[in-house]
Nanobody, 124 residues
């Protein structure tokens, strides 16, 4: 069983930055991909950035590429999402998720089956 706890959300003005954190714990033996997703009211959840827990390769959505950076700190079992140059369209609930079994680093929603509770980001 894996537990995910997100933090770092909040309100920021357009052009500002935030860093989200996701602490992961539990039985991590079969976990090799972790990532960030976001959802706004009335829209489906979309993949933002995923990374192998070893940090060797990541997959970042075109919509945020160049502005968002995903990284991991395995010593702390923590996933980060550095978000720069935020705009109001980035306002959403951001979720951390892991694949429940080992697999490829993908943004495909259905590949992820363990989710955190989410952290809200509001850009005005």
């Amino acid at each position: 069983h894996v537990q995910l706890v997100e933090s770092g959300g909040g309100s920021v003005q357009a052009g500002g930055s935030l860093r989200l954190s996701c602490s992961y714990s539990g039985n991590l033996a079969n976990i090799n991909v972790i990532g960030w997703f976001r959802q706004t009211p009335g829209k489906g959840r979309e993949g933002i950035a995923t990374v192998y827990t070893g940090g060797m390769w990541s997959h970042v959505a075109d919509s945020v590429k160049g502005r968002f950076t995903v990284s991991t700190d395995n010593a702390k079992n923590t996933l980060y999402l550095q978000m720069n140059n935020l705009n109001p369209e980035d306002s959403a609930m951001y979720y951390c998720a892991v694949r429940g079994s080992r697999g490829a680093c993908t943004l495909t929603l259905s590949a992820f089956d363990i989710w955190g509770q989410g952290t809200q980001v509001t850009v005005s």
